[in-house]
């Protein structure tokens, strides 16, 4: 079975300084694929940054990069010149690839951006 | 492009009552979802389709039932119920063409059981 474990249950982070939101999964899949979706307090569900697991190179979207050690299964999500509107909740998911219709959530990490 | 709408956007219904959340997604997408969100926890799927015609069991189908209209559509049905379903429900759709095949959701809705 899958899992994906995110600790971080809120982080403080200063405007303009760089974050670590951490995710580790568990999967006996050979092929997989990692997902990180932004929840602000609207209450829509954002997609920000994919990674395979046989990428070559870490994902990067932005100021969204992937930090992704496939041997230690970890995704964690960096985001870099923190903003005000980075403050949301933010989930860690995984599914099955190819054909991964079955995608499963960490349980989130909330993250504050200070001014 | 109105991409997933969902209604309604807010529900509350008494114990054993019934009721259909209606999705439908705009972007020629194969595949639907549905979803639910509680307090403390990520989502978690309830049911899904993975193209028009078929539908298949989530993690917490119990309780539910789902009907995939046509391309377009993919319906969500509590037929009586429970105040363990109260929760936000999220609708979901992709596409298996393209290699992220992320998900594109729609606004949710908020169900309250009484």
């Known amino acids: 079975a899958q899992k994906i474990t995110q600790t971080q249950p809120g982080m403080f982070v200063q405007e303009k300084e760089a974050v670590t939101l951490d995710c580790t999964y568990d999967t006996s899949d050979p092929s997989y694929g990692l997902f990180w979706y932004k929840q602000p307090s609207s209450g829509e569900m954002i997609f920000l940054i994919y990674q395979g697991s046989y990428d070559q190179q870490n994902a990067t979207e932005g100021r969204y990069s992937l930090n992704f050690q496939k041997a230690r299964k970890s995704a964690n999500l960096v985001i870099s010149a923190s903003q005000l509107g980075d403050s949301a909740m933010y989930f860690c998911?995984?599914?099955?690839?190819?054909?991964?219709?079955?995608?499963?959530f960490g349980a989130g990490t909330r993250l504050f951006v200070k001014a | 492009n109105a991409g997933v709408t969902q209604t309604p956007k807010f529900q509350v219904l008494k114990t054993g009552q019934s009721m259909t959340l209606q999705c439908a997604q705009d972007?020629?997408?194969?595949?639907m979802y549905w979803y639910r969100q509680d307090p403390g926890m990520g989502l978690r799927l309830i049911y899904y389709s993975a193209s028009e015609g078929t539908t298949d069991k989530g993690e917490v189908p119990n309780g539910y039932n789902v009907s995939r209209l046509n391309k377009r559509e993919f319906s969500l049905r509590l037929e009586s119920a429970a105040p363990s379903q109260t929760s936000v429900y999220f609708c979901?759709?992709?596409?298996?063409?393209?290699?992220?095949?992320?998900?594109?959701f729609g606004p949710g809705t908020r169900l309250t059981v009484l």
């Open positions: 972007m020629n997408h194969n595949s």
């Open positions: 979901a759709s992709s596409s298996l063409d393209q290699i992220r095949g992320e998900q594109f």
């Open positions: 998911a995984m599914n099955r690839r190819p054909g991964g219709f079955k995608t499963i």
